[in-house]
């Protein structure tokens, strides 16, 4: 059974920074895609980051340079690691996994960060 397990949300002040993590489990990790998303309080769910199987990355133009994506096929997780937060970095973080032709999400780990 695919699980993603979001971990390392939490309350920071502004210009701090966060860890986050997706551990993934049910398939095989090491070939997926994985996504990073967030929704804010009364916004849509918009892209964060992207890695792929080979390492490669991409994010969202607006938070280039402040935060990373990587991944551990090792321990079938991937991280966010999430720099000079702002306030308007406050909602809830989604991984996503591309399985094959189908997409699965975890639970989401919420992030608030206060000025």
């Known amino acids: 059974q695919v699980q993603l397990v979001e971990s390392g949300g939490g309350l920071v002040q502004a210009g701090g920074s966060l860890r986050l993590s997706c551990a993934a489990s049910?398939?095989?990790?090491?070939?997926?895609?994985i996504n990073w998303h967030r929704q804010a309080p009364g916004k849509q769910r918009e892209w964060v980051a992207t890695?792929?199987?080979?390492?490669?990355?991409d994010y969202t133009g607006s938070l280039k340079g402040r935060f990373t994506i990587s991944r551990d096929n090792g321990k079938n997780t991937v991280y966010l690691q999430m720099n000079s937060l702002k306030p308007e970095d406050t909602a809830v973080y989604f991984c996503?996994?591309?399985?094959?032709?189908?997409?699965?999400w975890g639970q989401g780990t919420q992030v608030t960060v206060s000025s």
């Open positions: 049910g398939f095989s990790f090491a070939f997926a895609r």
């Open positions: 996503r996994a591309f399985i094959g032709s189908q997409d699965r």
């Open positions: 890695i792929d199987r080979h390492g490669s990355t």
